[in-house]
């Protein structure tokens, strides 16, 4: 056993503790250190006695520095004093040699200074002639290896003195080579701590070597990111000293680098054929930017403008699909039913390609080129999906382009208060913009797309201008091939586009902006085509986006029946895929459980489940919807009327009492202004029949009546439940309770008429829904029910009744007609 670098074994020899901050020596190198603390000049004083020799060690804590029993490493270096050197303000400078590497052992304080005893880190070596070849072939790879990489090291740093580098090259050592490299290098104090530790030769090279490719992977990455700044640094230079050069070349050639921007701009916009008036604009445009600086804000503006006209689509026409049956089979696979909606747009295919046959096309522009279709002369219709939110109105405008084969190009209009998002800024203003439609027309790269208006009965407007007013110009076909954007300043041609927007209610729609569209309107889905919505569409599309499309998954008919039913409360199906996409990601939390997907021995192909009503609860909770408040038993003063809601139909309970009073009428349950008319005009037109029925008031003027609708904090509003506060009312004025399974709806007038109402099939689900049986409806609803579908048909039993009297008769069958007098027939 010996110590490393040849020097005699001290072992057990006591040293003076020379504690240093962020220092760590090595053997084999030279030192120069400040000593300022009065620790480190007792311990070279004690140094003198123990033949200039002391051990240096790197302290743990750095703000610690000249501190009594400071924490320090357990591993330092044995050194000797080279040279001492007071100075004028009683510090040292010392120069220290290093000599060999030593584990600190136990130490004991003196005064000032501490006394250690160290160990030598060795290791027992071969005898000569012991060592195996094999050994030293390892080691000398690995000095080869690590001299290479600190040369790489020292080329990057740039701060390696050229001796360190001939030191490094020249040293057959691997102890020397260590030391040499980890004094130079700038890493960290516990990665020079373990080179100073570890004894094995083979085990030093490895972590240098470590190290130093670690520190040239970070220099390389830092040299590649400070390259790409350089170059597009360097980039933009060349480019501009290029820009100077050429323009000095063109101005000794007689040309003009700027001229031939300016005529690449033009020959741009003249290639996409606009008309006359809009190339006599770009002309004169181009003609005011070329007498511009080229730096001047007008010329930044001029050129924003002409390159928006350059951009624009002024000529090209995508060609609609000829074939009927094609477009009918792509609107079938994306939506289920819509029979209006598809059939106004196979409609427009059909009279399209009739045009078209018969040569009936519009002019042809004489700059248009011939690999252009020609737009025949059929304007494109403007049309207006309204229906309940999640019945599938946007998406079905994508189907509608992808069944003509158009581009597609979508607008939300939800919230936009400003009239200049429709007609943009003029040129004036900074940061001046075209409008949306221009911007989409733009994106849509042809004349005829089909553009999406969405939510536009959500239009606001403010100081700022009324951006439905300024649609009026866009949804006109009248006048939309001339519509002019603030920015363009020029008309711009819209009437070949197809213009579909979304609405889910009319009534905040101006007038003369829905008297320019063509109403369709998109009824809420029934539980049978919920259902098969759910199967053919929303089943396979949530598992697919789970990945379990390849799994054997199953929703039984009556497990989704009970989710529409006990989960969602709408007209459209957007709740219910959000409950089918809880219950796939159940399912597929449970297959991860189980391994499926995961274990090459369970593919996911064998995961099979089959989803019933009794697994509803374990995948998702308590029901969150129950029936409307319906009574099982016919009970004096109620009555049932049906209601539509932006989330479909319901039943609206009306009850009513009487007691002695001013003959006032009290009306209550959050009703608007139209309600509380209906109610006061369902009590008048009583009031005025009263010698038909047998009431139990002989004084109508002394008899008080409340009448109340359920779930008061619900507002409700409308003229369709007057019937049924009129058969609310007899009921009490009566004391006898309607016929128990009946519900009705329709608006009463004075005179006993029983008026048309809107939301027919809504308001007929809603009754399916809660068990009714028997449905009254006025007699101008006739079409709109025989439209309804056959499972609506035949699960209601309709009449349909012109008067009061008529209603009457069939809520109240008995005990309500007043046998003694006959009254007149009451006009109706």
């Given at each position: 056993?010996r110590p490393?670098?040849?020097?005699?074994?001290?072992?057990?020899e006591?040293?003076?503790?020379?504690?240093?901050?962020?220092?760590?020596?090595?053997?084999?190198t030279?030192?120069?250190?400040y000593i300022t603390?009065k620790?480190?000049i007792?311990?070279?004083?004690?140094?003198?006695?123990?033949?200039?020799?002391?051990?240096?060690?790197?302290?743990k804590d750095?703000?610690a520095?000249?501190?009594?029993?400071?924490?320090?490493?357990?591993?330092?270096?044995?050194v000797?004093?080279?040279?001492?050197?007071r100075?004028p303000?009683?510090?040292f400078?010392?120069?220290?040699?290093?000599?060999y590497?030593?584990?600190?052992?136990?130490?004991?304080?003196?005064?000032?200074?501490?006394?250690v005893?160290?160990e030598p880190?060795s290791?027992?070596?071969?005898?000569?002639?012991?060592?195996?070849?094999?050994a030293?072939?390892?080691i000398?790879a690995?000095?080869?290896?690590?001299?290479?990489?600190?040369?790489?090291?020292a080329e990057?740093?740039?701060k390696i003195?050229t001796?360190?580098?001939t030191?490094?090259?020249k040293?057959?050592?691997?102890?020397?080579l260590v030391?040499?490299?980890?004094n130079?290098?700038?890493?960290?104090?516990?990665?020079?701590?373990?080179?100073?530790?570890i004894?094995?030769?083979?085990?030093?090279?490895?972590k240098?070597?470590?190290?130093?490719?670690?520190?040239n992977?970070?220099f390389?990455i830092?040299?590649?990111?400070s390259?790409?700044v350089?170059?597009r640094?360097?980039?933009?230079?060349?480019e501009?000293i290029l820009?100077?050069?050429?323009?000095?070349?063109?101005?000794?050639?007689g040309?003009?680098?700027?001229?031939?921007?300016?005529?690449?701009?033009?020959?741009?916009?003249?290639e996409?054929?606009?008309?006359?008036e809009?190339?006599?604009?770009?002309?004169?445009?181009?003609?005011?930017?070329?007498?511009?600086?080229?730096?001047?804000?007008?010329?930044?503006?001029?050129?924003?403008y002409?390159?928006w006209?350059?951009?624009?689509p002024?000529s090209?026409?995508?060609?609609?699909?000829?074939d009927?049956?094609?477009a009918?089979k792509?609107l079938?696979?994306d939506?289920y039913?819509?029979?209006k909606?598809?059939?106004?747009?196979?409609?427009?295919?059909?009279?399209?390609?009739l045009?078209?046959n018969n040569g009936?096309?519009?002019?042809?522009?004489?700059?248009s080129?011939?690999?252009?279709?020609?737009?025949?002369s059929?304007k494109?219709p403007i049309?207006?999906?309204?229906?309940?939110?999640?019945?599938?109105?946007?998406?079905?405008?994508?189907?509608?382009a992808?069944?003509?084969?158009r581009?597609f190009v979508?607008?939300?209009?939800?919230?936009?208060?400003?009239?200049?998002?429709?007609?943009?800024?003029?040129k004036t203003?900074?940061?001046a913009?075209p409008?949306?439609?221009?911007?989409?027309?733009?994106?849509?790269?042809?004349?005829?797309p089909?553009?999406?208006?969405?939510?536009?009965?959500?239009?606001?407007h403010?100081?700022r201008?009324?951006?439905?007013?300024?649609?009026?110009?866009?949804l006109d076909?009248e006048?939309?091939?001339?519509?002019?954007?603030?920015y363009?300043?020029?008309?711009?041609d819209?009437?070949?586009?197809?213009f579909i927007?979304?609405?889910?209610?009319?009534h905040?729609?101006?007038?003369?902006?829905?008297?320019?569209m063509?109403?369709?309107?998109?009824?809420?889905?029934g539980?049978n085509?919920?259902?098969a919505?759910?199967?053919?569409?929303?089943?396979?599309?949530e598992?697919?986006?789970?990945?379990?499309?390849?799994?054997?998954?199953?929703?039984?008919?009556?497990?989704?029946r009970e989710?529409i039913r006990?989960?969602?409360?709408?007209?459209g199906?957007?709740?219910l895929e959000r409950?089918?996409?809880r219950?796939?990601?159940?399912?597929?939390?449970?297959?991860v459980?189980?391994e499926?997907?995961?274990?090459?021995?369970?593919?996911?192909?064998?995961f099979?489940?089959?989803?019933?009503r009794?697994?509803?609860e374990k995948?998702?909770?308590?029901?969150?919807?129950k029936?409307?408040v319906?009574?099982?038993?016919?009970?004096?003063?109620?009555?049932?009327?049906?209601a539509?809601?932006?989330t479909?139909?319901t039943?609206?309970p009306?009850e009513?009492?009487?007691?002695k009073?001013?003959?006032?009428?009290?009306?209550?349950?959050?009703l608007?202004?139209v309600?509380?008319?209906s109610?006061r005009?369902?009590l008048?037109?009583?009031?005025?029949?009263?010698d038909r029925y047998?009431?139990?008031f002989k004084?109508?003027g002394?008899?008080?009546?409340?009448?109340?609708?359920?779930?008061?904090?619900?507002?409700k509003?409308?003229p369709?439940?007057?019937?049924?506060?009129?058969?609310?009312?007899?009921?009490?004025?009566?004391?006898?309770?309607?016929?128990?399974?009946?519900?009705?709806?329709?608006?009463?007038?004075?005179?006993g008429?029983?008026?048309?109402?809107?939301?027919l099939?809504?308001?007929l689900?809603?009754?399916?829904r809660?068990g009714i049986?028997?449905?009254?409806?006025p007699?101008d609803n006739?079409?709109?029910?025989?439209?309804?579908?056959n499972?609506?048909?035949?699960a209601?039993?309709i009449k349909f009744?012109?008067?009061a009297i008529?209603?009457?008769?069939?809520?109240?069958?008995?005990?309500?007609s007043?046998?003694?007098?006959?009254?007149?027939?009451?006009?109706?």
């Open positions: 056993m490393f670098g040849g020097f005699k074994n001290n072992e057990g006591e040293y003076p503790l020379l504690p240093l901050r962020e220092l760590v020596i090595f053997p084999q030279i030192v120069s250190v603390y620790s480190g007792s311990a070279l004083e004690e140094a003198q006695k123990k033949e200039h020799r002391l051990f240096a060690v790197c302290q750095t703000e520095q000249g501190k009594k029993n400071t924490e320090t490493w357990d591993a330092g270096t044995v000797r004093v080279v040279q001492n050197l100075l303000d009683n510090t400078r010392v120069v220290l040699q290093g000599e590497r030593a584990i600190l052992m136990s130490s004991k304080p003196k005064k000032d200074s501490t006394l005893k160290v880190i290791r027992a070596f071969p005898e000569p002639g012991e060592k195996s070849e094999l030293e072939q390892e000398t690995l000095m080869r290896a690590v001299q290479k990489s600190f040369a790489q090291y990057f740093s740039k003195s001796e360190t580098i030191a490094v090259e040293t057959d050592s691997a102890e020397k030391n040499v490299i980890g130079a290098m700038s890493i960290k104090i516990d990665k020079k701590i373990d080179l100073v530790r004894a094995d030769p083979k085990e030093r090279l490895e240098i070597l470590d190290i130093l490719e670690l520190e992977e970070i390389g830092q040299k590649n990111i390259g790409k350089k170059s640094m360097d980039k933009n230079q060349r501009y820009h100077e050069q050429l323009k000095e070349i063109n101005k000794e050639l040309k003009d680098a700027v001229e031939d921007e300016f005529a690449e701009l033009e020959r741009s916009i003249k996409r054929c606009p008309t006359e809009v190339l006599a604009k770009a002309h004169k445009e181009i003609g005011r930017l070329r007498k511009l600086q080229p730096f001047s804000p007008e010329a930044g503006v001029l050129r924003g002409l390159e006209v350059a951009d624009l002024w090209e026409y995508s060609v609609d699909r000829a009927l049956a094609e009918e792509i079938n696979e939506h039913e819509m029979k909606a598809k059939e106004r747009i196979i409609e427009f295919i059909a009279v399209r390609q045009t078209i009936e096309t519009s002019s042809k522009n004489e700059n080129p011939s690999s252009f279709p020609i737009p025949n059929i494109g049309l207006c999906f309204v229906g309940a939110p999640g019945t599938g109105k946007t998406s079905l405008g994508k189907s509608v992808r069944a003509l084969g581009n979508r607008i939300s209009l939800g919230g936009v208060r400003d009239e200049a998002e429709i007609r943009g800024h003029r203003y900074v940061g913009l409008g949306k439609i221009i911007q989409s027309m733009r994106k849509a790269g042809t004349m005829n089909v553009f999406l208006l969405d939510e536009i009965d959500k239009l606001s403010d100081f201008g009324d951006p439905a007013s300024a649609l009026l110009e866009v076909p006048q939309n091939f001339g519509f002019t954007d603030h363009l300043e020029v008309p711009y819209l009437s070949k586009v197809l927007t979304t609405a889910n209610s009319l905040s729609i101006p007038y003369a902006l829905l008297d320019r063509e109403i369709i309107e998109i009824p809420g889905y539980e085509e919920k259902l919505i759910a199967q053919k569409f929303l089943v396979p599309k598992l697919a986006e789970n990945g379990l499309s390849r799994a054997n998954i199953v929703f039984k008919d009556e497990a989704l989710i006990h989960w969602t409360m709408e007209s199906v957007r709740s409950e089918i996409a219950c796939v990601r159940r399912i597929a939390k449970h297959a459980n189980k499926y997907g995961k274990n090459p021995d369970k593919p996911i192909e064998t099979k489940k089959n989803v019933r009794e697994d509803l995948l998702l909770g308590r029901h969150k919807y029936n409307d319906v009574f099982k038993e016919a009970r004096i003063g109620v009555s049932y009327g049906l539509w809601t932006e479909g139909g039943m609206l009306v009513s009492i009487s007691f009073g001013s003959g006032e009428c009290l009306i209550t349950g959050n608007g202004d309600m509380k008319e109610a005009i369902a008048s037109y009583l009031r005025s029949v009263q047998r009431f139990i004084d109508m002394k008899t008080d009546f409340h009448i109340h609708v359920p779930e008061g904090a619900i507002p509003d409308g369709s439940a007057g019937i049924t506060l009129a058969a609310s009312l007899l009921s009490t004025l009566c004391q006898v309770s309607p016929k128990p399974g009946v519900a009705m709806t329709g608006e009463l007038t004075l005179t008429r029983i008026l048309p109402i809107g939301g099939k809504e308001k689900l809603a009754a399916i809660n049986k028997e449905v009254l409806l007699e006739r079409e709109d029910w025989a439209e309804m579908d499972d609506i048909k035949n209601l039993d009744v012109e008067n008529e209603a009457f008769a069939i809520i109240f069958p008995k005990g309500i007043n046998k003694k007098k006959k009254a007149k027939k009451h006009s109706a």
